[in-house]
């Protein structure tokens, strides 16, 4: 049975098998911060109640940080919440639809305007295909049209 052993500091411990240090925040979001774990998670509980997301720069007056401490720590709380495997990750009634997100062609510059097709506005918009799980889980995705061989690989992939 491998020790653990627990150096004086009472936070490092090292693991007798196979000699490596660790603490507790050794494979999270959290390893290689100085930043204290309360400001992490009052950031992570700011970025996850606001509706429409917020800004490094309001993240930071919040926590009272620096403006960069505050967009480092957004940049590895999205990365940590993004799911890695979306293989059957959806089980109960999933809602989809697709948006297209972009301005508006009236909107554009005249030189802008003049080199595309007003028949073909929508092409200059991204189009974003998006799932949702009743009381549940979000998946939301950037694709290049909204035709059948595009989008059913993909819901295959993610409802179960």
Not at 3 to 14: A, E, G, L, N, Q
Not at 21 to 46: C, D, H, M
Request: glycine share 4%; proline share 2%; hydrophobic share 40%.
């Amino acid at each position: 049975m491998d020790k653990i052993y627990v150096f004086k500091d009472k936070i490092t411990y090292k693991c007798s098998a196979c000699l490596q240090k660790f603490n507790a925040r050794t494979g999270t979001v959290y390893e290689g911060s100085k930043i204290p774990l309360q400001k992490w998670f009052v950031a992570i509980y700011l970025m996850t109640s606001h509706k429409k997301g917020i800004s490094s720069i309001q993240l930071a007056k919040d926590i009272h940080v620096t403006q960069t401490t505050a967009w480092f720590m957004a940049h590895r709380i999205r990365h940590g919440a993004s799911v890695k495997n979306w293989d059957n990750a959806f089980s109960k009634v999933v809602e989809i639809d697709e948006t297209y997100i972009g301005s508006r062609l009236k909107n554009k510059h005249f030189l802008q305007r003049k080199a595309i097709d007003n028949y073909s506005s929508h092409l200059i918009k991204t189009i974003v295909f998006g799932m949702i799980e009743r009381d549940g889980k979000v998946f939301a995705k950037v694709v290049p049209d909204v035709k059948q061989a595009t989008i059913i690989p993909i819901i295959e992939k993610v409802v179960q």
